[in-house]
C-alpha cells in the first residue's frame, strides 16, 4: 500500500499541524498565517452558531461552509456544502460557500494540509464534513428541545426547520441560533461515534442541486486572482531567461523602461526558495505599462548549466540510467521476474515514452502582494495554501506566521497552482517599491515557465507461460520527481528495497489490480530532467503515463498470445490476493464500459477498431476505478479520427450526479487531447511553445461522441477530476492497432508515427 496515502488519509491524523511544522523558510512546509489580533478575517458574526470551524449559522438562518479545497470550476465548495446539508438537515437554499484562508484553524488534524489534488477532496471529507453537519443538527436539536419544552428525541430537522409533531410546535434554525440555546460541542471521540445516514436515507447526496458558486460567477461578483485591486496598487510584468532554470542575471539596462509613463522600478528576484530563477520584475503604474517596461528592459543572462539542453538529451539520459543494474528504488518488488523470464514461453518487450506537457489554465498564473507593517497579505487562486505560505514567506525573508493567504477562486489549475512560483515576483517587487503590486503572467510567460508534466521513458518487460498467462512484468519509469521537488518527507514513499524515499506520485498506476506472481516496478529519478525542467503535477500525475505503459503492454500481450484484449484483462483481475475487491471493481467497470459501447458486438467498417483500458487510478489505496472503450477511425495517411469514447467509472457513493458527469467528460477529454494534440519542447534549455498556436490542446471541432456510465454503489465516495484522463490514451492507442495493426508507443499519438508503424 501506498504509504503516504496512509499518511494523508482521512482515516489518519499524521498529516497535522504539527508534522507539518517540518520546514526552512527556502523550502520547508510552514502553515503561516500572523497570530496577532486584529488581521485575521472572521468567519461569521459573534451572534452565529458555529458547530464546526468549518461552517457557521447566522441568525438569519444562512448556513455558510468554509471550503478549506481550492475551487478551479470543479464546484468543491458546493460539494462541501452539500454534503454539510444532508446531515444538517438545512435547506439548500439558506447554503452558501466562503474559501478558507491559511489560518492554522483550517489545517485540520484528520483533513489535513489545504491541499487540492489527487482527486481526494471529496474521498478525503466526505465523513469528516459529515459528521460536522450531524454535530450541528444535534445541537440545535438540544438547543430547540430546551427552548419549546420537549423532549429532543421526539424533534424531526427537514429544510432548516426544528418540527415537534405532538404539539406541532416549530423553531427555524434562524430562531434557535437567536435564542442562544444551541451550545452542544463534540469532543473528537464523540464525532466519531456519531451514527451517520445510510445511503437509503440520503435527501440531498444524490440529487443535482444547482451549485453555489454559479450566480457569482455569472453575475461578475465572484473574485479571482487576476480581479483583485488594493488601494494605490502597482503591476509587476515578468521578464524570464531563455533558459527554464538555472539562468542569472548578469546586468539589467533600465535606461529605455524609464522613458515608459508610469515606470517605477525593475527588480532582480534573488529567490531564496529556489522556486525561480534568473527573473527580473518591471513595476509600473498599470499593468500595459509595466508590460511596456518589461520589454524595453536589457537584461543580460548567464544560461547556466541547461542551457544546451534538449528534450533528446533529457530522453537519452533517461535510457541511459534504465540500463543501469543500480538505479533508482523499488515501488514494488514481489517475486522473481527475472527467473520467471527465463522459463517463460514468450517474452515482450517495450519502450513507452511521454512529452513534456503544459497545464496552461485559462487565467493566468497571478498574485497580489501587499506589507502592512510586520504582516504580509497575500492575494491568489492556490492549490496549496499549506506550502504557498512557506514560498512566500521564504520569498520576503519573513517568518511564515506573518503571511496572510487570501483565497481567491481559480480560472484553472489543474495542477499548476499547487505551485507558489507568482508569489515571489509580487512580494519581492512590493517590498522593494513599497506599496501593493499585482504581478499577472502573459500566456508566454505562463507557458514558458510551467512546473509541467515531465518527460517520461519506461521500458516494460512482460513474460507469458504456454497458456498464454502472463506470469512476470518489470516496469522501469524514468522521470523528473515532481513531488520530491517540494522538499516535503511526508509526501514521499519509503522504497521496498529500503534503499531511500521515492517519489510514489511518478509511478502509481504501475502498482495496478492485476495479479501477476513476479512483478516489479522501479522508479527512477532523471536528475538532469528533474533540475532542467522543474517538473509539477498535471491533472492525473503519475498515471498518465503508467497507465499509458502498462495498458498498451496488456493489449500487446493479448495480440502476441491471440486473445481478446478485453477477456484477457477479465482474466487477470481475478481479486486474489491484494487485490482482492479492487479488482472485481475494476472489473465491473470494464464490463460497463464493453456493454455500453457496444464492444465486440458489431462489425466495423475497414479501418475502425475499438480499444480497451482499465484503471485504478489516482492511487491504488485511492482508487476510482474506470474503464475506456475508445472507437476510432484511421486514414491511410495515418490521421486517427477519434468517433467515441465510453467511459464508466465505479464512484462508490455519488454526491452530484450532474457534476460527476461533467468532471469524466471532462476529464476524458483531456486524455483525449493529451494522447493525440499535445506536446511541449526543450530546445537550449528552453521551451519552445509560447502561445496555443505552438501548444495545440483539443479544439471544440475535434471532440467526439462521449458516453459516461456511472456506477454508485453505496461504496465510500471516490474521486472523479483525474481518473477518466489516464485510461484514454492507451484505449485509443489499443484501438488504433485493432483499427490498422499499427502499434504506438509514444504520446503525443502522430499521423506519421501511425503511418510508420502501419508500414513497419
Not at 426544528?162 to 435564542?179: C, G, L, R, T
Not at 495554501?385 to 503571511?403: H, L, M, N, Y
Request: aromatic share 6%; hydrophobic share 45%; proline share 5%.
Amino acid at each position: 500500500m501506498n504509504k503516504h496515502v496512509k499518511t494523508i488519509g482521512a482515516e489518519a491524523t499524521d498529516l497535522s499541524r504539527r508534522s507539518f511544522l517540518v520546514g526552512t523558510a527556502a523550502s520547508g512546509l510552514v502553515l503561516g498565517y500572523a497570530g496577532v489580533p486584529g488581521i485575521g478575517e472572521a468567519l461569521a458574526a459573534p451572534s452565529s452558531f458555529e458547530p464546526s470551524v468549518w461552517y457557521a449559522i447566522a441568525p438569519d438562518g444562512l448556513v455558510t461552509v468554509t471550503c478549506g479545497k481550492a475551487d478551479m470550476g470543479q464546484h468543491i465548495a458546493s460539494t462541501m456544502a452539500q454534503i454539510v446539508c444532508e446531515e444538517l438537515g438545512a435547506k439548500w437554499s439558506d447554503m452558501r460557500v466562503n474559501l478558507a484562508s491559511n489560518d492554522p484553524k483550517f489545517n485540520d488534524p484528520v483533513l489535513g494540509a489545504q491541499i487540492t489534488g489527487g482527486s481526494w477532496s471529496t474521498m478525503m471529507n466526505f465523513d469528516a464534513m459529515s459528521r460536522a453537519g450531524a454535530a450541528g443538527r444535534m445541537a440545535l436539536t438540544e438547543g430547540a428541545a430546551a427552548a419549546m419544552g420537549v423532549p429532543a428525541s421526539e424533534l424531526v430537522v427537514r429544510d432548516s426547520m426544528i418540527v415537534h409533531p405532538k404539539s406541532k410546535k416549530q423553531m427555524s434554525f434562524a430562531d434557535v441560533v437567536k435564542s442562544g440555546k444551541a451550545t452542544k460541542t463534540f469532543t473528537p471521540d464523540e464525532l466519531k461515534a456519531i451514527k451517520l445516514k445510510t445511503p437509503d436515507q440520503y435527501a440531498m447526496i444524490g440529487v443535482s442541486v444547482p451549485q453555489l458558486d454559479i450566480p457569482s460567477k455569472t453575475n461578475g461578483t465572484a473574485k479571482y486572482g487576476i480581479d483583485v485591486m488594493l488601494p494605490g496598487m502597482a503591476y509587476g510584468a515578468v521578464v524570464t531567461p531563455p533558459v527554464r532554470f538555472g539562468a542569472t542575471v548578469k546586468s539589467v539596462d533600465d535606461s529605455a523602461a524609464k522613458k515608459v509613463p508610469g515606470f517605477i522600478k525593475a527588480v532582480t528576484l534573488d529567490d531564496k526558495t529556489g522556486t525561480t530563477s534568473g527573473w527580473v520584475v518591471a513595476v509600473a503604474s498599470t499593468y500595459a505599462n509595466a508590460k511596456k517596461a518589461a520589454q524595453a528592459l536589457k537584461i543580460a543572462y548567464d544560461g547556466g548549466p541547461n542551457a544546451k539542453l534538449s528534450s533528446q538529451s533529457l530522453l537519452d539520459e533517461a535510457m541511459r540510467l534504465q540500463k543501469l543494474e543500480d538505479s533508482g528504488q523499488f515501488f514494488v518488488k514481489d517475486g522473481d521476474p527475472n527467473a520467471a523470464f527465463g522459463s517463460a514461453a514468450k517474452v515482450l518487450e517495450a519502450e513507452y515514452t511521454t512529452s513534456i506537457n503544459i497545464h496552461a489554465p485559462m487565467e493566468p498564473m497571478n498574485a497580489t502582494a501587499e506589507f502592512k507593517g510586520d504582516i504580509l497579505h497575500i492575494y491568489s487562486g492556490n492549490q496549496f495554501a499549506t506550502r504557498s505560505g512557506a514560498i512566500a514567506a521564504g520569498a520576503a525573508g519573513i517568518d511564515p506566521k506573518f503571511v496572510v493567504m487570501h483565497q481567491m477562486w481559480l480560472g484553472g489549475g489543474f495542477g499548476r497552482r499547487l505551485d507558489a512560483d507568482m508569489m515571489v515576483p509580487a512580494v519581492q517587487a512590493a517590498k522593494a517599491v513599497g506599496k501593493p503590486v499585482k504581478v499577472i503572467y502573459t500566456r508566454e510567460n505562463d507557458m514558458t515557465m510551467d512546473f509541467s508534466r515531465p518527460l517520461t521513458y519506461q521500458k516494460v518487460k512482460a513474460g507469458v507461460d504456454g497458456d498464454g498467462k502472463l506470469v512476470a512484468l518489470s516496469h522501469d519509469v524514468v522521470s523528473a520527481w515532481p513531488t520530491a521537488r517540494w522538499g516535503i518527507p511526508d509526501f514521499l514513499t519509503p522504497s521496498v528495497d529500503k534503499k531511500g524515499p521515492l517519489d510514489s506520485f511518478t509511478v502509481n498506476g504501475a502498482d495496478f489490480f492485476y495479479t501477476v506472481p513476479n512483478h516489479h516496478v522501479r522508479a527512477i529519478k532523471n536528475e538532469l530532467a528533474h533540475n532542467a525542467t522543474p517538473s509539477g503535477q498535471l491533472r492525473s500525475v503519475a498515471p498518465g503515463w503508467t497507465f499509458w505503459a502498462v495498458e498498451s503492454m496488456i493489449d500487446e500481450i493479448a495480440a502476441a498470445t491471440g486473445k481478446d484484449p478485453a477477456q484477457f484483462r477479465i482474466a487477470l483481475l481475478d481479486g486474489k490476493g491484494k487485490n482482492d475487491g479492487g479488482a472485481q471493481r475494476l472489473r465491473n467497470t470494464l464490463l460497463a464500459a464493453m456493454g455500453l459501447s457496444g464492444y465486440g458486438t458489431k462489425q466495423l467498417p475497414k479501418g475502425e477498431g475499438m480499444g480497451v483500458a482499465c484503471v485504478s487510478s489516482q492511487e491504488r489505496a485511492t482508487a476510482s476505478w474506470t474503464a475506456c472503450v475508445a472507437h476510432v477511425a484511421v486514414a491511410p495517411s495515418g490521421e486517427v479520427t477519434v468517433k467515441k469514447l465510453t467511459v464508466a467509472t465505479d464512484v462508490g457513493t455519488q454526491v452530484h450526479p450532474d457534476n460527476i458527469r461533467a468532471q469524466v467528460e471532462g476529464a476524458a477529454l483531456w486524455g483525449l487531447s493529451l494522447a493525440l494534440y499535445e506536446k511541449a519542447t526543450l530546445k537550449d534549455g528552453g521551451i519552445e511553445q509560447t502561445n496555443f498556436d505552438s501548444y495545440t490542446p483539443l479544439r471544440m471541432s475535434q471532440v467526439p461522441e462521449v458516453a459516461v456510465a456511472v456506477i454508485a454503489n453505496g461504496e465510500k465516495a471516490t474521486g472523479v477530476g483525474e481518473p477518466a484522463v489516464t485510461v484514454v490514451a492507451p484505449a485509443i492507442g489499443n484501438a488504433i492497432f485493432n483499427a490498422s495493426g499499427a502499434r504506438v508507443r509514444a504520446l503525443p499519438i502522430t499521423a506519421e508515427a501511425v503511418k510508420g508503424a502501419m508500414k513497419a
